[in-house]
């Protein structure tokens, strides 16, 4: 068992490292994208990959989460399961192809979008059969080889995109570095799985396992719909409803959110085998350990989101002043990132406590909400319409979860709310610090000292102490499972 331990601390340390890494030249390569292209390029090029994430659930179906559970039942079958779930993604790739390019012409595009949606199917391809390579190696509770891939992938995107960009390239060019480093990733995985795991990758048609394998995944399937819709069918509605400069514009809003959630992913990551542990060991510790959780996210994400509502103006200039109309959507959409945070303990409580189908439940009364709100309000007030939409959807989301939890565990809401009350009050006088600061310091020093005031008053208050923090990070040392975590390597982060 000590080395079973060993196996999963280690698989976390890869996981976060990788996570962190992954997001920060993401977010660095948006940036840099966002002022050369500017609002209009900027809303085609997310318009492709969002329009083109949504079909690419056609080629997976949930099979990664099926390959994963099954190869670590048992290494042997590896190679069954991996060749019946290939045999099955090459006609669902020409299915999803088709169905995107009829959807995109039948809109009536531009031959420019079009291009960028076909360039986007490409790299979708490749980074679901990549998924399904390292879905096997993850049944092999290995996580290091696809954390330095997701490391790799956004190194060669940004330097070609670099590259691209100091060559004076135009938008038609600048998927082909997403393409480079979905090959890499397509190619490395696939390297991986027959030389170093020694599994034979060809189709193969079973049809009694790929019949069990439909069966089984049909949970994954309607989560992963369900979860991409919601996701990325607001941009595709703001293309349609308010043209690609609103896409542009509310992609940085929408990119900082997706920047920030390595914090509770990493860390949800950490805290699901312990949960996990927990429910068939002992459900008061489980109670206890979840309370911790929603309270360490709290702490963290009160400062984040008031900090960044007030900076929003000098945020917004690192995009340049074509971007300035996206001050108030980004305040509106960073608002939730409480709701956004919390929503990962939750998840994992649920998953944890075999609550998969409740969670899928929640996620299609979310997605219905938010397609819903979408609808009306984008005609009406456009970006920040998405963008109230965006935000009162991950509030039900959370308020959907909180009840679910109610019934599994002994859950003291109001223990969470006071701490919530001491958050919100130490943001308060963090807020003013830096409304007096911003115009006179700059704007790397100003959330220091914000962040000093914050954690100062809030231990004063006490809102945490030692005891509670030891409490989170030995959490972390428990045994449980870990291998259906892993960063995520798609061409949407």
Same mark, same amino acid.
């Given at each position: 068992?000590?080395?079973?331990?060993?196996?999963?601390?280690?698989?976390?340390?890869?996981?976060?490292?990788?996570?962190?890494?992954?997001?920060?030249?993401?977010?660095?390569?948006?940036?840099?994208?966002?002022?050369?292209?500017?609002?209009?390029?900027?809303?085609?090029?997310?318009?492709?990959?969002?329009?083109?994430?949504?079909?690419?659930?056609?080629?997976?179906?949930?099979?990664?989460?099926?390959?994963?559970?099954?190869?670590?039942?048992?290494?042997?079958?590896?190679?069954?399961?991996?060749?019946?779930?290939?045999?099955?993604?090459?006609?669902?790739?020409?299915?999803?192809?088709?169905?995107?390019?009829?959807?995109?012409?039948?809109?009536?595009?531009?031959?420019?979008?079009?291009?960028?949606?076909?360039?986007?199917?490409?790299?979708?391809? #490749? *980074? @679901?059969?990549? +998924? /399904?390579?390292? !879905?096997?190696? &993850?049944?092999?509770?290995?996580?290091?080889?696809?954390?330095?891939?997701?490391?790799?992938?956004?190194?060669?995107?940004?330097?070609?995109?670099?590259?691209?960009?100091?060559?004076?390239?135009?938008?038609?060019?600048?998927?082909?570095?997403?393409?480079?480093?979905?090959?890499?990733?397509?190619?490395?995985?696939?390297?991986?799985?027959?030389?170093?795991?020694?599994?034979?990758?060809?189709?193969?048609?079973?049809?009694?396992?790929?019949?069990?394998?439909?069966?089984?995944?049909?949970?994954?399937?309607?989560?992963?719909?369900?979860?991409?819709?919601?996701?990325? #069918? *607001? @941009?595709?509605? +703001? /293309?349609?409803? !308010?043209?690609? &400069?609103?896409?542009?514009?509310?992609?940085?809003?929408?990119?900082?959110?997706?920047?920030?959630?390595?914090?509770?992913?990493?860390?949800?990551?950490?805290?699901?085998?312990?949960?996990?542990?927990?429910?068939?060991?002992?459900?008061?510790?489980?109670?206890?350990?979840?309370?911790?959780?929603?309270?360490?996210?709290?702490?963290?994400?009160?400062?984040?989101?008031?900090?960044?509502?007030?900076?929003?103006?000098?945020?917004?200039?690192?995009?340049?002043?074509?971007?300035?109309?996206?001050?108030?959507?980004?305040?509106?959409?960073?608002?939730?990132?409480?709701?956004?945070?919390?929503?990962?303990?939750?998840?994992?409580?649920?998953?944890?406590?075999?609550?998969?189908?409740?969670?899928?439940?929640?996620?299609?009364?979310?997605?219905?909400?938010?397609?819903?709100?979408?609808?009306?309000?984008?005609?009406?007030?456009?970006?920040?319409?998405?963008?109230?939409?965006?935000?009162?959807?991950?509030?039900?989301?959370?308020?959907?979860?909180?009840?679910?939890?109610?019934?599994?565990?002994?859950?003291?809401?109001?223990?969470?709310?006071?701490?919530?009350?001491?958050?919100?009050?130490?943001?308060?006088?963090?807020?003013?610090?830096?409304?007096?600061?911003?115009?006179?310091?700059?704007?790397?020093?100003?959330?220091?000292?914000?962040?000093?005031?914050?954690?100062?008053?809030?231990?004063?208050?006490?809102?945490?102490?030692?005891?509670?923090?030891?409490?989170?990070?030995?959490?972390?040392?428990?045994?449980?499972?870990?291998?259906?975590?892993?960063?995520?390597?798609?061409?949407?982060?």
């Amino acid at each position: 068992m000590p080395g079973k331990v060993a196996n999963i601390a280690k698989n976390t340390s890869y996981f976060t490292v990788a996570l962190i890494l992954q997001k920060v030249i993401s977010f660095s390569y948006f940036i840099i994208l966002a002022r050369y292209l500017g609002p209009e390029d900027l809303g085609k090029y997310y318009f492709a990959i969002s329009f083109t994430t949504i079909f690419s659930i056609i080629i997976d179906l949930g099979f990664a989460g099926v390959l994963i559970r099954e190869v670590a039942k048992d290494n042997a079958r590896a190679e069954r399961f991996l060749g019946s779930i290939l045999a099955m993604k090459i006609p669902l790739t020409i299915v999803s192809f088709a169905a995107a390019a009829a959807m995109i012409n039948a809109f009536g595009y531009p031959d420019i979008t079009k291009y960028l949606v076909y360039s986007s199917m490409a790299c979708m391809a #490749l *980074d @679901s059969f990549t +998924l /399904s390579f390292f !879905s096997t190696i &993850r049944g092999f509770h290995n996580l290091a080889h696809e954390s330095a891939g997701s490391i790799v992938f956004q190194l060669i995107v940004i330097t070609l995109g670099v590259i691209l960009i100091k060559a004076g390239a135009g938008l038609k060019l600048m998927f082909l570095p997403l393409i480079a480093a979905s090959a890499f990733n397509f190619f490395y995985s696939m390297y991986l799985v027959a030389m170093r795991f020694k599994i034979k990758i060809r189709p193969v048609w079973d049809f009694p396992r790929i019949k069990h394998i439909v069966s089984i995944s049909i949970a994954f399937t309607l989560y992963g719909v369900l979860n991409r819709v919601y996701t990325f #069918l *607001d @941009s595709v509605l +703001l /293309s349609l409803l !308010s043209g690609d &400069r609103a896409v542009g514009i509310y992609q940085v809003a929408f990119k900082m959110i997706i920047a920030l959630q390595f914090l509770p992913m990493a860390f949800a990551a950490s805290l699901y085998p312990a949960l996990s542990l927990y429910w068939v060991k002992n459900k008061g510790q489980l109670s206890v350990t979840f309370e911790r959780a929603m309270n360490y996210l709290i702490i963290i994400s009160v400062p984040i989101s008031i900090g960044i509502i007030m900076i929003a103006d000098k945020i917004v200039l690192i995009f340049k002043s074509g971007y300035s109309e996206a001050v108030l959507p980004l305040q509106i959409t960073i608002a939730q990132l409480l709701f956004t945070f919390i929503n990962f303990p939750i998840g994992s409580l649920l998953n944890a406590c075999d609550r998969q189908k409740q969670n899928t439940y929640i996620m299609g009364a979310v997605a219905l909400t938010s397609a819903i709100l979408n609808l009306i309000l984008i005609p009406r007030i456009g970006v920040i319409g998405a963008s109230i939409a965006s935000s009162v959807s991950g509030i039900l989301q959370v308020a959907l979860g909180i009840i679910i939890v109610k019934k599994i565990i002994e859950y003291r809401l109001k223990k969470n709310l006071i701490i919530f009350a001491k958050a919100i009050f130490s943001a308060g006088f963090m807020a003013l610090t830096v409304y007096y600061l911003k115009d006179s310091l700059s704007i790397f020093v100003v959330p220091i000292i914000g962040a000093a005031v914050y954690f100062l008053l809030l231990f004063l208050l006490g809102g945490f102490n030692k005891e509670d923090i030891l409490s989170i990070l030995d959490s972390f040392k428990r045994k449980g499972k870990i291998e259906d975590e892993a960063p995520d390597t798609t061409i949407t982060n």
